[in-house]
Nanobody, 119 residues
Framework: QVQLVESGGGLVQIGGSLRLSCAASGGTFSRYALAWFRQAPGKERELVADISKSGGMTYYSESGKGRFTISRDNAKNTAYLQMNNLKPEDTAVYYC????????????WGQGTQVTVSS
């Protein structure tokens, strides 16, 4: 079973940057694709970005395209989400999740890290 722990969230001003980390343990990290989701108060959880097992392919939703960068370091069992030019609408709890099978469900989830962008 894989355990995921997110970190790096916090309070940041409009236009600022944060780098979120997702540290994995308990499994072979490189066997899983990984995604970052977020959920704002009163809203549904949404996919922000995902990355393939090797890190060679990435996908961004419209909310993250151009401002966010997803990456991973399989040697360190860690994935990252670099977020630049943050906006108030980026305020949410951010979660990482693993996917063992293409198109399959997300198997394991972290507990989330809060990102608050002040206006």
């Amino acid at each position: 079973q894989v355990q995921l722990v997110e970190s790096g969230g916090g309070l940041v001003q409009i236009g600022g940057s944060l780098r979120l980390s997702c540290a994995a343990s308990g499994g072979t990290f490189s066997r899983y694709a990984l995604a970052w989701f977020r959920q704002a108060p009163g809203k549904e959880r949404e996919l922000v970005a995902d990355i393939s097992k090797s890190g060679g392919m990435t996908y961004y939703s419209e909310s993250g395209k151009g401002r966010f960068t997803i990456s991973r370091d399989n040697a360190k069992n860690t994935a990252y989400l670099q977020m630049n030019n943050l906006k108030p609408e980026d305020t949410a709890v951010y979660y990482c999740a693993t996917q063992s099978r293409d198109g399959g469900p997300y198997d394991y989830w972290g507990q989330g890290t809060q990102v608050t962008v002040s206006s």
